[in-house]
């Protein structure tokens, strides 16, 4: 009912940055609130920002915080990713996602209903 197309995936050196976009079509109308979250091989997904589409309240993990910044188009459609200094920890495969909950555990993946297919971030030494 909802579809997520995630972009904007790469590599880049330590310190360096990229932007995540994800562009959400269907029906949107339904959703609440968009997320990001990142999995590493081996790892488990690990919720990274959010962003609720009435009001644009945001929230971030400690692990990103003051270098990832969420944001979204007037619409809240589409929603973007902002990533600075990055660290070779950040390397992971990066999903956008879309609920239709009230948002209080946002850093959980159960609490989404929706999920892109993922872009691909490195990031090196």
């Known amino acids: 009912q909802v579809q997520l197309v995630e972009s904007g995936g790469g590599s880049v050196q330590a310190g360096g940055s990229l932007r995540l976009s994800c562009a959400a079509s269907?029906?949107?109308?339904?959703?609440?609130?968009m997320g990001w979250f990142r999995q590493a091989p081996g790892k488990g997904r690990e919720g990274v920002a959010r962003i609720l589409k009435r009001g644009g309240v945001t929230g971030y993990a400690d692990s990103v915080k003051g270098r990832f910044t969420i944001s979204q188009d007037n619409a809240g459609n589409t929603v973007y990713l902002q990533m600075n200094s990055l660290k070779p920890e950040d390397t992971a495969m990066y999903y956008c996602?879309?609920?239709?909950?009230?948002?209080?555990?946002?850093?959980?993946?159960?609490?989404?209903?929706?999920w892109g297919q993922g872009t691909q971030v490195t990031v090196s030494l």
């Open positions: 269907g029906k949107t109308y339904l959703t609440t609130y």
């Open positions: 996602a879309a609920s239709v909950g009230a948002g209080g555990y946002w850093l959980l993946p159960r609490e989404y209903n929706y």
